[in-house]
């Protein structure tokens, strides 16, 4: 467990969703509390052991309005206005909310089974829950992910009078809400379902590593492993970063907490503001794609897909290698090039001493990797086994000397539904809302017929379409809301074109995370930003230029898919290679530096060389060729970066 004061700093960052006093503090936190119970009640097979007859949707109906409880409680109607007492009208949404998930909830059976007969009693439940929940979003996640889900409802209302392709089956406002709340593939569909029985646990794994000191462990191994290295502050900021962004689940929550303490590292190390900002919200938005969790999003698309959650954990290695190389190459580079001195030595902690206060934090990873691989748990099991050997191995050694006390595993479970739980459980009733308007509508499959239309002509116009169309629908949101979003509009059409299944998913997932980073709306960046008192735009356009690999490397694996594992071993091997290479003499080129500062010429031959090698060569009928000479064209440029450096030595 960390020092006091970092407990201090836990527990008041924890209490910044509860700042109503009094009675409604107490019913925010039991109300977080039974919403974080209900993904372990379903994972721990409790109901089976019992003997219960209960429906998964009457435990994601109760969720969801313990969800929307929460919010119109803890979330004041305009964003950002400090919010002491609830008022009376947030007060009356809340208990609407929870009345009507409660409703719900008890109802289903009957619901299910004579949904014709009882259609008005599941309409007054849908015309509360779905106007709550876009309201609910508005004051979660603001107005971009709003004006989506307010198109597709006046669509699914007004879309019979659209002409051509895209004209809607016209349903009564009865039938739309009514089936909206209470079939099984719409507001309590699948989205939900993974969000509250396999996201939520993971959420609730993360909260105890952080109650536990896990972050702050985390920073100090990466300071002793690379802290003596040139740029150490900005390599620090990555891997720790990284590490902890993968299980953060949400980028922007990873920028505002570990950017507190990787921010002024770098700044005082030497980078620029804008430059620390962007090595901060890069490193913390690559932990999205980090393999085994990748932010919760392995386990959604493994359960969209219906693969082995292993396939998808092992297709996400090769692009988080590659996208985490661009960024260690940029900041060695960007030490080189401004003379950036190791971390002060004062400021590095022993690495024996610092293995030995928190090696126990390795055991939560190792659980969780042998549950989920070896004894083929489900991802939610897996979590729980990996959140309880958290507390127990806290207990047995404690962290600097100190344990997890009982209140802090009580602060977890209460965090776990409060701070990002309810919100995510928000966002995936939205996206339940989605996919049931496009099958009621047909909205789905005009979508995906328009796009293959386009793509039958020209496949590099779909790809690029798609990409632009992720990067918009990913703009602030958080990672599990991206994914199920473009899953549902952006991947069908590049399937339907014959696409790797699991390529394509990961190409939609790829551009929508790179929203984050991505301007106009780069949010992770802006954070960073903030926190660096740096311009934003600047920020987020030096972002783009460390993240470059996210927009470059998904259109390699759609081409061919041995960058994601799919193919031969012995081609999977040369496309990581030659990969990697082009990976490393790419970003030589974007920043401008190799042993030396490079010449326009030369960084236009780094570049030039870097791409060609990234370029699979099984990727069209004469990629081959264009690998060769980009491997050439590598190797003059390099050899003669290097004969150049060596004649200036001696001078």
């Not at 932010?295 to 692009?319: D, N, S």
Request: aromatic share 10%; with cysteine.
């Amino acid at each position: 467990m960390a020092d006091n004061k970092e407990i201090s700093s836990v527990h008041s960052e924890g209490d910044t969703d509860l700042t109503v006093s009094g009675l409604w503090r107490t019913v925010i936190a039991w109300l977080g509390g039974t919403l974080a119970l209900i993904p372990i009640f379903f994972a721990s097979q409790l109901p089976i052991e019992l003997g219960w007859a209960i429906f998964t949707e009457q435990g994601m109906a109760f969720a969801l309005g313990l969800a929307l409880a929460i919010i119109f409680i803890k979330s004041p109607f305009r964003n950002g206005a400090p919010r002491v007492t609830v008022p009376i009208y947030d007060g009356f949404l809340a208990l609407l909310g929870l009345g009507a998930g409660l409703w719900l909830a008890v109802r289903y059976p009957a619901l299910q089974e004579s949904l014709f007969e009882l259609r008005s009693e599941a309409a007054a439940i849908g015309t509360i829950l779905i106007p709550l929940t876009v309201e609910a979003i508005r004051r979660t996640a603001g107005w971009s992910l709003t004006f989506i889900m307010l198109s597709f409802i006046v669509y699914a209302l007004m879309g019979h009078h659209v002409p051509g392709l895209f004209q809607a089956n016209e349903n009564s406002i009865e039938y739309l809400t009514s089936t909206l709340a209470a079939d099984s593939v719409a507001i309590l569909g699948l989205p939900l379902t993974i969000v509250v029985i396999v996201v939520l646990p993971f959420v609730f794994f993360g909260q105890l590593l952080l109650k536990g000191g896990a972050s702050e462990w985390f920073t100090n191994i990466a300071t002793a492993l690379i802290g003596r290295s040139r740029g150490g502050s900005a390599k620090i900021a990555v891997i720790a970063s990284g590490l902890f962004g993968a299980i953060s689940g949400t980028a922007v929550s990873n920028v505002a907490s570990t950017g507190l303490i990787t921010i002024p590292l770098m700044k005082k190390g030497g980078y620029e503001p804008r430059v620390a900002g962007a090595f901060e919200a890069v490193a913390s938005t690559g932990g999205q794609i980090m393999p085994p969790i990748m932010g919760a999003a392995a386990f959604l698309m493994a359960e969209i897909l219906e693969i082995g959650y292993t396939e998808v954990v092992v297709a996400a290695i090769i692009p988080a290698l590659l996208y985490y190389v661009a960024v260690f190459v940029y900041a060695d580079l960007e030490a080189a090039k401004k003379n950036i001195q190791p971390v002060p030595e004062e400021l590095i902690p022993p690495l024996a001493r610092t293995m030995k206060e928190g090696w126990f934090f390795m055991v939560p990873f190792a659980v969780l990797i042998y549950a989920l691989f070896w004894m083929n748990k489900a991802p939610e099991t897996a979590a729980l086994w990996s959140g309880a050997s958290v507390v127990i191995i806290n207990w047995i050694f404690g962290y600097k000397g100190k344990r997890m006390r009982v209140t802090e595993i009580i602060y977890a479970v209460r965090d776990t539904g409060v701070r990002g739980g309810s919100e995510i459980v928000i966002i995936g009733a939205m996206a339940g809302v989605i996919i049931g308007i496009l099958g009621a509508t047909g909205l789905g499959e005009a979508m995906t017929q328009a796009l293959v239309t386009i793509g039958e002509g020209n496949l590099a116009a779909l790809l690029a379409l798609t990409a632009v169309i992720c990067i918009i629908l990913g703009m602030g949101m958080p990672t599990t809301a991206i994914y199920l979003l473009v899953s549902i509009i952006a991947a069908p059409p590049l399937v339907k074109l014959g696409i790797n299944p699991l390529a394509a998913h990961m190409y939609v997932f790829y551009f929508g995370i790179v929203s984050l980073i991505t301007p106009p709306v780069a949010i992770a960046a802006f954070v960073a930003a903030n926190l660096a008192g740096a311009n934003p735009m600047a920020t987020a356009v030096t972002s783009v230029r460390l993240g470059w690999t996210a927009l470059v490397v998904p259109v390699m694996f759609v081409m061919s898919p041995n960058l994601i594992m799919q193919g031969e071993p012995f081609n999977i091997m040369v496309a990581f290679v030659t990969a990697v290479a082009g990976v490393w003499v790419t970003t030589c080129g974007i920043q401008g530096y190799f042993v030396r500062t490079l010449n326009p010429l030369m960084r236009l031959a780094f570049m030039s060389g870097g791409i060609m090698l990234l370029i699979p060569n099984e990727a069209f009928a004469s990629a081959i060729y264009l690998e060769i000479a980009g491997l050439a064209i590598t190797v003059l440029a390099v050899g003669w970066e290097w004969m150049a450096k060596r004649k200036m030595q001696p001078a």
